[in-house]
């Protein structure tokens, strides 16, 4: 039997995911070239590995055993990978990264830059995605390593598969409308139990964290923009329509006219690096993890180590 590694990953994103527009956005494939991937897997294998129930798809039997198979196989090529890469005289390859929007505005930039300069064979070819879907990107193999983002109030769970390392602390104050607390340069979270918030949904690790903060200061926020976008975040807070949290880097996405309030509570984001166990001394990982935890350390102070 012949198959491709891609036909192999579409198979078992599938079994993460569940649905093909899902994998199609964790794959960077369009739904109908997941189908085409599965498709073309079912040919040469010979039997069929979906079928569909509804508006869905589910693996039959021989999908889900393939699927099982499928993991070791990827896991094997990755190790393989490694092993080659250690061969080399030079840190060569290449890498592919995820990241969110603050990390591709503000600190990927500067770590391609000292990337190009001390390993100039190595080779980064980037993905924009959503920071919670990180974690089951780099878990999938569809990108090599990612960065994303760990809340003390909502940890991400750690899975055994995977490494999480630590690269910048940031601390939340406040964005708020100019002039909506003349005088005020500190405020309490429960402070703003009267006024309109915006925020991310609470079923995102930012949102639930908010919320939990939120509740321990006694109070329920009232969330009247439910918005991902940090640019549009802060575009929403200058227009008068409500407060949000916000960071030095979140800050950095849009030039805006608007007071920030430092809090009382103390409200923490942690930037991560998520890869893979068995690929922490891959050369092209080591190397580029070590990057970007100079470049992100000069925007914070140094994280506690693990």
């Not at 869905?56 to 090529?77: C, K």
């Not at 920071?131 to 990107?137: G, I, K, N, R, S």
């Not at 925020?199 to 439910?226: K, M, N």
């Not at 007071?259 to 190397?287: G, Y």
Request: hydrophobic content about 45%.
């Amino acid at each position: 039997m012949e198959w491709t590694s891609a036909q192999l990953r579409s198979l078992v994103e599938l079994t993460r995911r569940g649905t093909i527009t899902a994998v199609a956005d964790a794959l960077g494939y369009s739904p109908g070239g997941v189908s085409q991937q599965i498709s073309a897997l079912e040919k040469a294998t010979g039997m069929q590995l979906l079928r569909r129930v509804g508006r869905r798809v589910e693996l039959t039997d021989a999908g889900a055993t393939l699927a099982l198979h499928a993991e070791r196989i990827l896991t094997t090529e990755a190790e393989a990978v490694e092993a080659l890469e250690r061969t080399r005289n030079e840190v060569s390859g290449t890498l592919r990264i995820g990241l969110f929007a603050t990390a591709a505005a503000e600190i990927l930039p500067p770590a391609l830059r000292q990337v190009r300069g001390l390993h100039p064979g190595v080779t980064v070819r980037s993905r924009d995605m959503d920071v919670d879907e990180v974690y089951d990107a780099v878990a999938g193999g569809s990108v090599d390593l990612a960065l994303g983002l760990d809340y003390p109030d909502v940890p991400i769970p750690r899975d055994p598969s995977l490494r999480v390392r630590e690269l910048s602390r940031e601390r939340f104050s406040l964005a708020v409308p100019a002039g909506a607390m003349p005088g005020r340069t500190k405020v309490s979270l429960a402070d703003t139990k009267q006024l309109g918030w915006i925020l991310p949904s609470v079923g995102s690790y930012y949102g639930r964290a908010v919320l939990t903060a939120c509740r321990r200061a006694g109070f329920e926020p009232q969330v009247l923009h439910e918005v991902t976008d940090t640019a549009a975040t802060l575009a929403l807070v200058e227009a008068g329509v409500g407060v949000s949290p916000v960071t030095d880097l979140m800050l950095r996405l849009r030039r805006s006219s608007l007071d920030v309030l430092e809090l009382h509570e103390t409200m923490e984001r942690h930037i991560v690096v998520v890869f893979r166990s068995f690929a922490e001394h891959r050369p092209t990982v080591a190397a580029l993890v070590d990057v970007l935890r100079a470049s992100a350390g000069r925007h914070s102070p140094a994280p506690a180590q693990e």
